[in-house]
Protein backbone atom coordinates (compact mmCIF):
# COMPACT_ATOMS: atom_id res chain seq x y z
CA UNK A 1 0.00 0.00 0.00
CA UNK A 2 1.42 3.09 -1.04
CA UNK A 3 1.84 5.55 2.29
CA UNK A 4 1.06 9.71 1.83
CA UNK A 5 1.77 11.11 -1.33
CA UNK A 6 4.56 13.72 -1.41
CA UNK A 7 2.08 15.88 -3.79
CA UNK A 8 -1.65 15.10 -4.78
CA UNK A 9 -3.26 17.31 -7.36
CA UNK A 10 -7.13 16.75 -7.39
CA UNK A 11 -9.57 18.53 -9.56
CA UNK A 12 -7.32 21.49 -9.84
CA UNK A 13 -8.79 24.79 -11.87
CA UNK A 14 -6.86 27.94 -12.07
CA UNK A 15 -7.30 31.55 -13.48
CA UNK A 16 -5.34 34.35 -14.74
CA UNK A 17 -7.68 37.15 -14.24
CA UNK A 18 -10.65 36.00 -16.23
CA UNK A 19 -9.02 33.49 -18.29
CA UNK A 20 -9.41 30.10 -17.05
CA UNK A 21 -6.03 27.99 -17.62
CA UNK A 22 -6.50 24.73 -15.71
CA UNK A 23 -9.07 22.37 -15.86
CA UNK A 24 -9.50 20.03 -13.67
CA UNK A 25 -5.72 18.78 -13.30
CA UNK A 26 -5.19 15.44 -11.21
CA UNK A 27 -1.65 13.95 -10.31
CA UNK A 28 -0.16 12.21 -7.80
CA UNK A 29 3.59 12.00 -7.00
CA UNK A 30 4.84 9.69 -4.50
CA UNK A 31 8.19 10.51 -2.41
CA UNK A 32 11.20 10.46 -4.26
CA UNK A 33 9.68 9.77 -7.60
CA UNK A 34 10.65 11.77 -10.36
CA UNK A 35 7.61 12.71 -12.72
CA UNK A 36 7.70 15.34 -16.21
CA UNK A 37 4.77 16.78 -17.46
CA UNK A 38 4.68 16.74 -21.45
CA UNK A 39 2.44 18.59 -23.55
CA UNK A 40 2.87 21.55 -26.35
CA UNK A 41 3.15 25.13 -25.70
CA UNK A 42 1.00 26.41 -23.83
CA UNK A 43 -0.60 23.02 -22.47
CA UNK A 44 -0.63 24.41 -18.84
CA UNK A 45 2.61 23.03 -17.66
CA UNK A 46 4.07 26.21 -16.26
CA UNK A 47 0.73 26.72 -15.07
CA UNK A 48 0.19 23.94 -12.70
CA UNK A 49 3.55 24.25 -11.08
CA UNK A 50 2.56 27.63 -10.50
CA UNK A 51 -1.02 26.83 -9.42
CA UNK A 52 0.65 24.56 -6.96
CA UNK A 53 2.96 27.61 -5.39
CA UNK A 54 -0.46 29.83 -5.74
CA UNK A 55 1.21 32.15 -8.35
CA UNK A 56 -1.26 32.18 -10.50
CA UNK A 57 -4.62 34.52 -10.11
CA UNK A 58 -6.79 32.20 -8.74
CA UNK A 59 -6.93 28.30 -8.08
CA UNK A 60 -9.56 25.63 -7.00
CA UNK A 61 -10.12 21.98 -6.05
CA UNK A 62 -7.66 20.16 -3.66
CA UNK A 63 -3.61 20.60 -3.77
CA UNK A 64 -2.03 18.14 -0.75
CA UNK A 65 1.75 18.34 -0.20
CA UNK A 66 2.57 15.48 2.08
CA UNK A 67 -0.68 15.03 2.83
CA UNK A 68 -1.88 18.92 3.92
CA UNK A 69 -3.86 21.09 2.01
CA UNK A 70 -2.64 24.01 0.94
CA UNK A 71 -5.26 25.47 -1.32
CA UNK A 72 -5.89 28.01 0.97
CA UNK A 73 -2.21 28.98 1.77
CA UNK A 74 -0.56 31.77 0.83
CA UNK A 75 2.84 31.41 -1.41
CA UNK A 76 5.03 31.93 1.55
CA UNK A 77 3.31 28.97 3.70
CA UNK A 78 3.38 26.70 0.63
CA UNK A 79 6.77 26.94 0.17
CA UNK A 80 7.28 25.91 3.83
CA UNK A 81 5.52 22.87 3.49
CA UNK A 82 8.93 22.05 1.60
CA UNK A 83 7.81 23.15 -1.95
CA UNK A 84 10.87 24.05 -4.47
CA UNK A 85 10.17 26.34 -7.76
CA UNK A 86 12.75 26.64 -10.25
CA UNK A 87 11.32 29.17 -13.23
CA UNK A 88 11.79 29.05 -16.58
CA UNK A 89 13.51 32.23 -16.63
CA UNK A 90 15.46 30.76 -13.28
CA UNK A 91 15.68 34.43 -11.30
CA UNK A 92 19.41 34.86 -11.09
CA UNK A 93 20.24 38.20 -9.54
CA UNK A 94 22.82 39.23 -11.77
CA UNK A 95 24.31 42.22 -9.83
CA UNK A 96 25.50 39.54 -6.80
CA UNK A 97 27.82 36.94 -7.44
CA UNK A 98 27.13 33.41 -7.83
CA UNK A 99 27.88 33.13 -3.86
CA UNK A 100 25.43 35.65 -2.91
CA UNK A 101 23.01 34.11 -5.13
CA UNK A 102 23.37 30.70 -3.45
CA UNK A 103 23.32 31.98 0.14
CA UNK A 104 20.21 34.15 -0.28
CA UNK A 105 17.13 32.23 0.02
CA UNK A 106 16.24 31.61 3.96
CA UNK A 107 15.80 27.64 5.27
CA UNK A 108 12.29 26.60 5.26
CA UNK A 109 10.88 26.44 8.80
CA UNK A 110 9.62 22.64 8.71
CA UNK A 111 10.98 21.16 5.96
CA UNK A 112 14.21 19.31 5.99
CA UNK A 113 17.92 20.25 6.36
CA UNK A 114 18.98 22.18 3.63
CA UNK A 115 22.11 21.35 1.88
CA UNK A 116 25.00 23.38 2.74
CA UNK A 117 27.22 25.19 1.01
CA UNK A 118 29.86 22.62 1.36
CA UNK A 119 27.45 20.10 -0.16
CA UNK A 120 26.33 22.34 -2.94
CA UNK A 121 29.94 22.63 -4.13
CA UNK A 122 30.54 19.09 -4.22
CA UNK A 123 27.41 18.60 -6.24
CA UNK A 124 28.25 21.32 -8.42
CA UNK A 125 31.77 21.85 -8.73
CA UNK A 126 32.14 24.24 -11.75
CA UNK A 127 29.88 26.58 -9.14
CA UNK A 128 32.56 26.44 -6.95
CA UNK A 129 35.33 27.96 -9.17
CA UNK A 130 32.83 30.60 -10.35
CA UNK A 131 31.92 31.78 -6.86
CA UNK A 132 32.72 34.90 -7.04
CA UNK A 133 31.87 35.62 -10.45
CA UNK A 134 28.29 38.17 -11.27
CA UNK A 135 25.59 36.48 -12.03
CA UNK A 136 25.44 37.96 -15.48
CA UNK A 137 28.71 36.53 -16.04
CA UNK A 138 27.77 32.63 -16.10
CA UNK A 139 26.77 30.73 -18.41
CA UNK A 140 23.28 29.53 -19.17
CA UNK A 141 24.14 26.18 -17.72
CA UNK A 142 25.84 27.65 -14.59
CA UNK A 143 22.95 29.58 -13.91
CA UNK A 144 20.74 27.31 -14.05
CA UNK A 145 22.89 24.73 -11.86
CA UNK A 146 22.69 27.92 -9.59
CA UNK A 147 18.92 28.13 -9.98
CA UNK A 148 18.22 24.70 -8.88
CA UNK A 149 21.29 24.63 -6.36
CA UNK A 150 19.76 27.49 -4.74
CA UNK A 151 16.46 25.61 -3.97
CA UNK A 152 18.18 22.74 -2.48
CA UNK A 153 19.80 25.48 0.20
CA UNK A 154 16.35 26.23 1.26
CA UNK A 155 15.68 22.21 2.31
CA UNK A 156 13.01 22.10 -0.52
CA UNK A 157 11.92 18.21 -0.80
CA UNK A 158 9.59 18.57 -3.47
CA UNK A 159 11.68 20.57 -6.07
CA UNK A 160 9.25 21.91 -9.29
CA UNK A 161 11.41 22.41 -12.36
CA UNK A 162 10.52 24.15 -15.52
CA UNK A 163 11.90 23.24 -18.33
CA UNK A 164 15.40 23.37 -17.08
CA UNK A 165 16.99 22.17 -20.37
CA UNK A 166 15.67 24.79 -22.26
CA UNK A 167 18.04 26.59 -24.82
CA UNK A 168 21.44 24.84 -23.27
CA UNK A 169 24.04 22.88 -25.23
CA UNK A 170 23.98 19.08 -25.22
CA UNK A 171 27.08 18.72 -23.03
CA UNK A 172 25.26 21.13 -20.23
CA UNK A 173 21.94 19.46 -20.51
CA UNK A 174 24.19 15.70 -19.67
CA UNK A 175 25.07 17.26 -16.91
CA UNK A 176 21.70 18.49 -15.84
CA UNK A 177 20.68 14.37 -16.24
CA UNK A 178 23.07 13.73 -14.07
CA UNK A 179 22.02 16.39 -11.56
CA UNK A 180 18.38 14.81 -11.49
CA UNK A 181 19.62 11.66 -10.87
CA UNK A 182 22.42 12.54 -8.40
CA UNK A 183 18.43 14.48 -6.53
CA UNK A 184 16.88 11.25 -7.17
CA UNK A 185 19.11 9.14 -5.57
CA UNK A 186 18.95 11.49 -2.61
CA UNK A 187 15.48 10.81 -2.36
CA UNK A 188 13.92 13.95 -3.33
CA UNK A 189 10.92 14.12 -5.08
CA UNK A 190 11.03 15.98 -8.78
CA UNK A 191 8.29 17.09 -10.98
CA UNK A 192 10.09 18.35 -13.86
CA UNK A 193 8.19 20.03 -16.86
CA UNK A 194 10.30 19.47 -19.96
CA UNK A 195 9.57 20.26 -23.68
CA UNK A 196 13.27 18.24 -24.83
CA UNK A 197 11.42 14.82 -24.50
CA UNK A 198 15.16 13.08 -25.12
CA UNK A 199 16.63 14.47 -22.04
CA UNK A 200 13.52 13.85 -20.28
CA UNK A 201 12.42 10.41 -21.18
CA UNK A 202 15.31 8.36 -19.67
CA UNK A 203 14.81 10.42 -16.27
CA UNK A 204 11.21 9.99 -15.19
CA UNK A 205 9.24 7.30 -13.43
CA UNK A 206 6.26 8.71 -14.78
CA UNK A 207 5.13 11.15 -16.67
CA UNK A 208 1.91 13.00 -17.50
CA UNK A 209 1.01 14.50 -20.86
CA UNK A 210 -1.60 17.74 -20.57
CA UNK A 211 -3.24 19.33 -23.34
CA UNK A 212 -5.56 22.31 -23.04
CA UNK A 213 -5.13 22.77 -19.63
CA UNK A 214 -6.09 18.75 -18.78
CA UNK A 215 -4.19 15.75 -18.14
CA UNK A 216 -4.84 13.08 -20.99
CA UNK A 217 -2.15 10.72 -20.22
CA UNK A 218 -0.75 9.09 -17.11
CA UNK A 219 1.61 6.31 -17.67
CA UNK A 220 4.77 4.81 -16.19
CA UNK A 221 8.48 4.64 -17.79
CA UNK A 222 7.56 0.78 -18.88
CA UNK A 223 5.15 1.72 -21.26
CA UNK A 224 6.82 4.14 -22.27
CA UNK A 225 7.61 2.48 -25.70
CA UNK A 226 3.89 1.64 -25.92
CA UNK A 227 3.12 5.06 -25.82
CA UNK A 228 5.13 6.23 -28.49
CA UNK A 229 2.61 6.35 -30.91
CA UNK A 230 -0.08 8.45 -28.41
CA UNK A 231 3.14 10.84 -27.65
CA UNK A 232 3.75 11.08 -31.25
CA UNK A 233 0.16 12.80 -31.73
CA UNK A 234 0.42 14.66 -28.31
CA UNK A 235 3.50 16.14 -28.96
CA UNK A 236 5.16 15.30 -32.28
CA UNK A 237 8.02 13.85 -30.88
N1 LIG B 1 0.26 35.40 -16.97
C1 LIG B 1 -0.68 34.91 -17.78
N2 LIG B 1 -1.82 35.61 -18.03
C2 LIG B 1 -2.79 35.12 -18.82
N3 LIG B 1 -2.74 33.94 -19.45
C3 LIG B 1 -1.62 33.19 -19.27
C4 LIG B 1 -0.54 33.63 -18.43
N4 LIG B 1 0.41 32.68 -18.44
C5 LIG B 1 -0.04 31.70 -19.25
N5 LIG B 1 -1.27 32.00 -19.74
C6 LIG B 1 -2.07 31.15 -20.63
O1 LIG B 1 -2.31 29.93 -19.97
C7 LIG B 1 -2.27 28.84 -20.87
C8 LIG B 1 -1.26 27.82 -20.38
O2 LIG B 1 0.04 28.39 -20.45
P1 LIG B 1 1.29 27.74 -19.77
O3 LIG B 1 0.91 27.17 -18.47
O4 LIG B 1 2.39 28.75 -19.79
O5 LIG B 1 1.63 26.53 -20.77
P2 LIG B 1 2.95 25.66 -20.97
O6 LIG B 1 3.88 25.90 -19.84
O7 LIG B 1 2.46 24.25 -21.06
O8 LIG B 1 3.54 26.10 -22.29
C9 LIG B 1 -1.95 29.43 -22.22
O9 LIG B 1 -3.14 29.57 -22.93
C10 LIG B 1 -1.33 30.75 -21.88
O10 LIG B 1 -1.56 31.69 -22.92
MG1 LIG C 1 5.78 26.64 -19.82
Not at 145 to 172: F, H, Q, Y
Not at 196 to 207: G, T, V
Amino acid sequence: MAGTPALEIRDLHAWYGESHVLHGVDMVVQPGEVVTLLGRNGAGRTSTLRAILGLTGSRKGHILINGVETIGMPTHRIAHQGVGYCPEERGIFASLSAEENLLLPPALKGAGQGMSVAEIYEMFPNLEERRHSPGTRLSGGEQQMLAVARILRTGARLLLLDEISEGLAPVIVQALARMIHTLRAKGYTIVMVEQNFRFAAPLADRFYVMEHGRIVEAFGAKELDSKMPVLGELLGV
